[in-house]
């Protein structure tokens, strides 16, 4: 039963924070994007630093079965791999042109 709450309050909050959020914080106009771009970085890595720690705290100090400790450890890694590539993607360090020429190369020659 732990094993099932873990599992489904760590699903939870990832489609909250990958997708409930982002929609919540973007307001549109038109073709105009007229919310702050910087007010949904900052929750993104706030809810995905949370997540990761309140992970970490579960299972150093809150769960004593082994499977469940290992369990919550994955979640917080995931949690933190996610925080990663989020702070890569926003600070530039990830970007999509090869795949735009990749794609433009594969329109051009089919």
Do not use: D
Not at 41 to 48: D, E, K, N, P, Y
Not at 66 to 73: N, S
Not at 81 to 101: D, I, M, P, Q, V
């Amino acid at each position: 039963m732990q094993r099932f709450l873990i599992i489904t309050t760590n699903c939870v909050l990832l489609v909250f924070l990958l997708i409930g959020l982002p929609a919540a914080t973007r307001s549109q106009f038109g073709n105009m994007q007229i919310s702050s771009a910087a007010t949904g970085r900052l929750l993104m890595f706030c809810g995905l630093g949370i997540a990761a720690a309140a992970n970490t705290v579960a299972a150093l100090f809150l769960i004593k079965v082994r499977k469940q400790k290992l369990l919550c450890w994955e979640w917080a890694a995931v949690f933190v791999a996610l925080l990663l590539a989020f702070y890569g993607f926003t600070r530039g360090y990830f970007n999509f042109e090869w795949l735009k020429h990749a794609l433009q190369w594969l329109q051009a020659h089919l």
